[in-house]
C-alpha cells in the first residue's frame, strides 16, 4: 500500500483529480465527510488530509511515502525528502511588499512580517539588508496596514489580497509551485509504484 500526502483544501482537490486521472482514483474521496484516511486496495493506494505545512513532515518520517507540497514550504523547511516532480498547480510567487507608495528609509532596520523567516532571512543578506522578522501565522497583509511592520514577505497567487488591502509588491523574489515529494527509503522499496506514478503523471501534464 503506498501512503500518499495530499494538502488539505483547493490545491489538495486538484491533486486527487490529477492522481484519478492517471488511473490512481480511490472512490471514497468523493464522500462528503471528515474523514482523513481513504483507501483504494483494488489500486492499492491510501490517501491522507494533511494540513499543507505538515505534508513534509509527515513524508520526510515515512508516515506518508510520498506528498504534495508547495515550493514555499520546501525553500522554508528545507526537508530530507525527494523532489521528484513539478506538478505546476498551484502557482505563485514570493514577493516583498508594501503599502502602496511606501520607500524603504535604509537607515533603519526594516520590518518583516512574514509565514517564511528562513527564506526572507537568506533574501535580505543577500541584500545586505538589516531586518527584523516579525513571524506570523497567517493574514500577514494586516501588519503593515496596522503599522506592525514596514513591509510582509508572502506569497502572492492571484494579487487580490494585496490589491484590496492597498498593499503592492514591492520585490518579487522566488517562484512556487507543488511539487511531488517522496521519503528516501519509500523510494527505494515502492520504487515500482512511485515510478509509475511519476511516468503516468509527466505523460498527463
Ligand atoms: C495566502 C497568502 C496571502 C494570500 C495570497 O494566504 O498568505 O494572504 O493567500 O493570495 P492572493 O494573491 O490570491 O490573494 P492564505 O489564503 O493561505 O491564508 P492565511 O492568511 O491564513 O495564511
Redesign the pocket.
Known amino acids: 500500500m503506498l501512503n500518499v500526502a495530499l494538502p488539505k483544501g483547493r490545491l489538495g482537490d486538484k491533486v486527487y483529480s490529477l492522481f484519478a486521472s492517471i488511473g490512481y482514483e480511490c472512490p471514497s474521496m468523493n464522500e462528503d465527510n471528515r474523514k482523513l484516511v481513504f483507501e483504494s486496495t483494488e489500486k492499492n493506494v491510501r490517501y491522507l488530509l494533511v494540513k499543507p505545512s505538515d505534508v513534509a513532515i509527515y513524508v520526510e518520517r515515512g508516515a506518508a511515502d510520498i506528498g504534495v507540497v508547495g515550493k514555499d514550504t520546501l525553500l522554508e523547511t528545507t526537508p530530507d525528502v525527494y523532489e521528484l516532480l513539478d506538478l505546476k498547480l498551484g502557482k505563485?510567487s514570493l514577493a516583498v511588499a508594501a503599502r502602496n507608495g511606501w520607500i524603504d528609509d535604509v537607515s533603519a532596520p526594516l520590518r518583516v512580517a512574514t509565514?517564511y523567516p528562513n527564506v526572507a532571512q537568506t533574501y535580505f543578506a543577500t541584500q545586505n539588508r538589516q531586518i527584523e522578522i516579525i513571524k506570523l501565522?497567517?493574514?500577514?497583509?494586516l501588519a503593515p496596514i496596522l503599522g506592525l511592520s514596514d513591509v510582509i514577505f508572502?506569497?502572492?497567487?492571484?494579487?487580490?489580497?494585496?490589491?484590496?488591502n492597498n498593499l503592492s509588491v514591492y520585490t518579487t523574489v522566488a517562484q512556487s509551485s507543488a511539487r511531488l515529494i517522496a521519503n528516501k527509503s519509500s523510494y527505494q522499496f515502492k520504487a515500482g509504484i512511485i515510478d509509475d506514478i511519476c511516468r503516468r503523471i509527466e505523460e498527463r501534464l
Do not use: A, F
Not at 137 to 141: D, K, P
Not at 154 to 164: F, M, S
Open positions: 505563485c509565514k501565522n497567517g493574514s500577514i497583509e508572502d506569497i502572492v497567487e492571484t494579487g487580490t489580497t494585496l490589491r484590496e
